[in-house]
């Protein structure tokens, strides 16, 4: 009777057979190893890890895995950044200094040039609101509903108030992504 083979030993023998990896494959593993540590202790960190857990989990991995992995949270830390989310500005340029990434000096450059962004944004959408709440107001004044009937408006239930708020925010979010491209070249 032949001999049972593990599926182990099975897939072992598949593996002789295919052959070695290249040396560009095995370096393109590692770089796609090290990028994906590095976006998820950005992701963990962004979730409410703290920055000293994050720093922990980044000294587990040294020499040039280490700057690898580095290069990928930083870029990750960078992308993450989103208009008018001024907290996650923060956090990221806490772990972008905190840790010494790369990128750092750009970051705190372009971090006052972000929230000037940030503030400019806000601003537009407050007008826009103001705008909404006054022609709501202006049709509830028209089927004679006024004074202490009406509490507030809110302009999120106006159908269009999605659409017009996309297109207040388009060229800040082009602005947005310009500052993070840069940013972005420079932690590389």
């Not at 990896?21 to 590095?38: M, T």
């Amino acid at each position: 009777m032949g001999e049972i083979k593990s599926a182990w030993e099975l897939a072992m023998e598949k593996v002789d057979k295919m052959g070695k990896l290249s040396p560009e494959e095995l370096r393109q593993q590692k770089e796609d190893k090290c990028r994906s540590i590095g976006q998820g202790l950005a992701e963990k960190y962004l979730s409410g890890s703290s920055l000293r857990d994050l720093k922990l989990d980044l000294d587990r991995h040294k020499g040039e895995e280490g700057e690898q992995v580095r290069a990928a949270l930083a870029s990750k830390l960078i992308d993450a950044i989103e208009l008018g989310d001024a907290e996650r500005l923060a956090k990221v340029a806490e772990a972008i200094s905190g840790l010494k990434l790369k990128g750092e000096d750009g970051l705190a450059a372009a971090k006052g040039e972000i929230e000037g962004l940030f503030a400019e944004y806000r601003e537009a959408e407050q007008k826009k609101r103001r705008e909404v709440e006054t022609a709501a107001r202006g049709v509830l004044h028209q089927l004679r509903i006024s004074g202490s009937a009406i509490g507030g408006v809110n302009p999120e239930v106006v159908p269009e108030w999605r659409s017009d708020l996309d297109t207040i925010a388009q060229p800040y979010r082009e602005r947005l992504d310009d500052m993070k491209a840069k940013l972005a070249g420079s932690s590389a």
